[in-house]
């Protein structure tokens, strides 16, 4: 049974990606205007979003803006609101990486990751959810073109699931995320509002270049954002992948603690 109002139809659609400079987010960004939905485009990095933008003009909007800037997010709905109309996805794909280990605690850099990966979520939730809200009370009209859901979709990671190595700066904002989704989804679905969560493993991005491990189940953007555009055809909530990965985590994440820091030990060398 879906969780959520499949999406399988873009054409017409709006969405708002943050954090679609590079990696997942400008992946997905490119196939959701090859599908026939304006998409807006966030990122601090200015020039990819502007060609980007600049490549289907009317279709595409860039938006740069700092995530950690609650006002600036806010300027930026508004704008988007107000040039291809308040969006039906927003994606938050927004995130910062830096492998630590405590042993190499850094305080800034917790804090970073605190406000990139997580804040920087609940700026964009107070300038999308009110209308988001007003809209699916409201619904459609009897003259208005049909419309998907509204719906909010956070990307976190396996790294949420439970504690790992090198994670101690990146793995609990992903973790808040989980819990973040999770508790959205009890309060806005019976409201009309969809709410997916997406964990991915390991893929090719410039944050996990950063990587000096061999990363299990290593996937492709494209890859990446085929598994996303499935799970949000499906209607699922939780959007996690490589399953031969993802899965087996899970299963990990069940043991009893002593069972569960003994086999990740184990298996990391860490």
């Not at 939905?37 to 502007?50: D, G, H, I, K, T």
């Not at 959205?184 to 019976?190: A, I, K, S, V």
């Not at 991915?200 to 189940?217: D, I, K, W, Y």
Request: hydrophobic content about 45%; aromatic content about 6%; overall charge positive.
């Amino acid at each position: 049974m879906a969780m959520n109002p499949p999406i399988e139809q873009w054409a017409g659609h709006c969405v708002w990606l943050v954090g679609a400079s590079s990696g997942i987010g400008e992946a997905l960004a490119r196939q959701l205007l090859q599908a026939g939905a304006r998409v807006a485009v966030s990122a601090r990095q200015a020039e990819p979003l502007r060609a980007l933008a600049a490549r289907h003009p009317g279709q595409a909007l860039a938006l740069p803006l700092d995530v950690t800037d609650r006002a600036a997010v806010t300027e930026a709905a508004r704008r988007l609101d107000a040039t291809l109309g308040p969006p039906d996805l927003v994606v938050y794909c927004a995130g910062t990486y830096t492998p630590m280990r405590a042993d190499g605690l850094d305080l800034d850099t917790l804090l970073q990751h605190q406000q990139v990966n997580y804040v920087g979520a609940l700026h964009v939730l107070d300038a999308v959810l009110p209308g988001m809200l007003a809209r699916a009370a409201g619904g459609n009209g009897t003259d208005a073109p049909a419309r998907i859901a509204p719906h909010i979709s956070l990307v976190a990671s396996v790294a949420g699931y439970r504690g790992l190595p090198q994670a101690l700066a990146y793995g609990p904002t992903k973790a808040a995320l989980i819990h973040l989704a999770e508790t959205l989804h009890l309060d806005l679905r019976p409201r009309g509002i969809g709410v997916s969560v997406i964990n991915p493993g390991f893929v090719e991005t410039p944050l996990t270049a950063q990587n000096r491990f061999r990363m299990p189940a290593l996937i492709s953007t494209a890859e990446a954002t085929r598994q996303i555009l499935k799970g949000w055809a499906r209607g699922e909530f939780e959007i996690h992948f490589p399953k031969r990965f993802s899965r087996l985590l899970k299963l990990l994440g069940l043991l009893p603690d002593r069972l569960y820091f003994a086999a990740v030990r184990r298996a990391t060398g860490l």
